[in-house]
């Protein structure tokens, strides 16, 4: 596999997206709602960076099965989701390739009454994008290679790779 972000790059640019997200919401309580499985490495070293009061919850969402590498039907749990009624949400995600999971997950968390929405992706691949989604925070921008680690994986392996390597013969 090839290396495409360090882990020592990861590590700086999350603690450069803390800053960001810190300085927007301003010590206001928010409420993180993470994408299961991808966004765990991702999201536990990013609250941990965040002085801000804060509660978590998760949601499974799922369009690649197996061996795929290709997206198939989307499926969205998101029935343990609370009340999100007039709070602030701040969805953190591992990637955004189409747009279509993060479409649906915004879609869902609007429906909950959320008073204002914000996204956090570890990696984006604008050339990928279908969905009409945008990101208010972006770790890495990468080209349209099929990448795995820190969180992302192929056939549920590879996720505990402390950096983003690109998987070229899965």
């Known amino acids: 596999m090839e290396i495409l972000i360090a882990a ?4 700086q640019r999350v603690v450069e997206l803390a800053e960001q997200i810190e300085r927007d919401y ?4 928010v409420m993180i709602v993470g994408v299961l499985t991808g966004c765990l490495v991702f999201l536990a070293d990013l609250i941990r960076r965040l002085d801000l009061p804060v509660r978590i919850h998760l949601v499974q969402a799922s369009s690649y099965r197996g061996t795929a590498t290709s997206a198939g039907a989307l499926q969205l749990r998101a029935d343990t989701l609370p009340d999100l009624a007039g ?3 701040l969805i953190v995600d591992d990637i955004l390739d189409t747009g279509q999971t993060l479409a649906r997950v915004i879609e869902t968390i609007r429906g909950r009454g959320a008073a204002h929405i914000r996204v956090a992706v570890l990696l984006r691949k604008k050339e990928r994008l279908i969905a009409p989604v945008e990101a208010d925070y972006v ?20 996720r505990h790779l402390p950096h983003i390597a690109v998987l070229r013969e899965p």
Not at 26 to 29: A, E, L, T
Not at 140 to 153: A, C, K, N, R
């Open 87 to 89: 709070r602030e949400v």
């Open 8 to 11: 020592d790059r990861i590590h």
């Open 139 to 158: 770790g890495f921008d990468i080209p349209d290679e099929f990448v795995v680690g820190y969180g992302l994986d192929y056939n549920d392996e590879y």
């Open 26 to 29: 301003q010590s206001r309580p």
